[in-house]
Nanobody, 125 residues
Framework: QEQLVESGGGSVQVGGSLRLSCAAS????????MGWFRQAPGKAREGLVT????????STAGSVGGRVTISRDNAKNTLYLEMDMLKPEDTAVYYC??????????????????WGQGTQVTVSS
């Protein structure tokens, strides 16, 4: 069974940046749609950005616009999320997710079936 493990969360100052990592198996990273989601207290889980297997095609939520970048390092079996210009409303638990293709452009959390345990990011001034 596919397993995803996030790391890199913590406390960040307003205006700062973060880089989260998600360790995955080589087969998952190369064959599955991969994505980053987040869930703030009292809110639904929100899709941020996805990446298609075998290509550099991505799908990004309008709510985070150009502030996020998703990338993968196949040699390290790791998916990354970089986000800059952080705001207090970016405070959330951030999740890595995977799903078999097609549908890699889908940002609805309900359409993804493999999840990591999440990592907390807290943005404060």
């Amino acid at each position: 069974q596919e397993q995803l493990v996030e790391s890199g969360g913590g406390s960040v100052q307003v205006g700062g940046s973060l880089r989260l990592s998600c360790a995955a198996s080589a087969s998952t990273l190369s064959s599955y749609c991969m994505g980053w989601f987040r869930q703030a207290p009292g809110k639904a889980r929100e899709g941020l950005v996805t990446i298609f297997p075998g290509t550099e095609q991505r799908s990004t939520a309008g709510s985070v616009g150009g502030r996020v970048t998703i990338s993968r390092d196949n040699a390290k079996n790791t998916l990354y999320l970089e986000m800059d210009m952080l705001k207090p409303e970016d405070t959330a638990v951030y999740y890595c997710a995977a799903r078999p293709p097609p549908g890699c452009n889908r940002l609805a959390a309900s359409e993804w079936n493999i999840w990591g345990q999440g990592t907390q990011v807290t943005v404060s001034s």
